[in-house]
């Protein structure tokens, strides 16, 4: 038990190290790193979590050290003798037990009050569903941009009137879902290409892999932090993606897409899907993110102060459907 107890400590440290160093790096260094550098950190925080790297280094280790050839170190004391030793400082064999009654406890209620909310997500969207039509724009949309990606995988499209906001589901059988009000102002085409870098990215089964961490390590306060990041950075390391080619004025478009479709993102939970709308609190972060993305087209040598202006547009966003204002 006390060996069992020593594998959760060290892996809930280095997966906390690991954390811990993003933190330093957001502090120091805020906007250096682009949104996909810090998604590939924090998805190997997860690995920390979950794999025992800290015990297979320490078995490694000696292996590759020519001087360590002997068992007897200088003490005279063999390394077995002085490794039983250590282990007398451990718990007690009734204090270990304890902590670890404690700790599945919680890692097992966590577990099953995650499962219990994703299943009653799922069955709402499948309860409200309804099929999207052959030749609906759509439809047509997903396979042009299925094709443009090189993604051969089966996706399915399918409206609900449960959600106000576009989603994507499923690990096995994706499913795009699709709100069956308030698409006129939105860019489906804009839409389907996030959906499918979400998809192909295979985000939902980091999302997935990060709740198994969270399960596991539920009295962690930096599980919980590296958590809502990896959704954070899922979606700007995605908008990333999707605005890299973009042109000025689609990438306009796209914002004015985003903000569209967070009209409607309340309630939804970011931790089962993945979804164009995010937090309004992030909003301005993540339009000036995705505008500073290199390789923009036809920029102008007023961008700093075009810039600006979108942005405040952004911000103090006027109702759907007013007549949109450029910015001179």
């Keep these: ?14 997966g906390s190290t690991v954390v811990i160093c993003i933190l330093l790096l957001r502090l120091f260094s805020p906007g250096v790193f682009p949104a ?54 451990n718990l007690s064999v009734d204090a270990a037990l304890v902590f670890l009654s404690i700790w599945g406890t919680g890692a097992i209620a966590f577990a099953i009050w995650q499962v219990y909310c994703y299943r009653r997500f ?23 941009i299925k094709k443009a990606l090189g993604m051969r995988s089966n996706v399915r499209l399918t409206y609900s009137s449960a959600i106000r906001s576009p989603v994507l589901v499923g690990l096995w059988k994706p499913t795009i879902y699709l709100p069956i009000e308030h698409l006129e102002n939105i860019d489906m085409s804009m839409v389907m290409q996030h959906e499918l870098i979400h998809l192909k990215r295979k985000d939902l089964w980091v999302k997935a ?9 539920w ?6 932090i590296l958590r809502n990041d990896i959704h954070t950075w899922s979606e700007l390391s995605c908008d990333e993606e999707v605005v890299k080619e973009m042109s000025h004025v689609e990438r306009k478009r796209y914002g004015e897409t985003i903000l569209n479709v967070m009209i409607g993102s309340r309630g939804i939970p970011v931790r089962f899907c993945a979804s164009l709308s995010g937090d309004g609190k992030r909003l301005k972060r993540r339009l000036s993110l995705m505008l500073s993305v290199q390789k923009l087209k036809n920029i102008q040598s007023c961008w ?3 810039q600006s202006l979108l942005l405040e547009q952004w911000v103090h966003l006027q109702p759907p459907g007013q007549p949109e204002q450029h910015p001179r």
């Design 1 to 14: 038990m006390n060996k069992l107890l020593e594998l959760l400590v060290s892996l809930s440290v280095a």
């Design 36 to 89: 996909q550098w810090l998604y590939t950190i924090g998805k190997m925080a997860i690995g920390f979590y979950l794999l025992p790297v800290a015990f297979v280094m320490q078995w490694l280790l000696p292996l590759f050290n020519p001087y360590q050839t002997s068992t007897v170190h200088i003490s005279g004391q063999p390394s077995s003798i002085q490794q039983k030793s250590i282990s007398e400082l």
């Design 122 to 144: 799922i069955k709402n969207l499948q309860f409200t569903r309804s099929p999207v039509p052959v030749n609906d724009e759509a439809a047509k949309q997903l396979t042009l």
């Design 209 to 217: 892999i990060t709740l198994a961490a969270s399960s596991l390590h």
């Design 219 to 224: 009295f962690n306060p930096f599980v919980r």
């Design 304 to 306: 700093p102060q075009r």
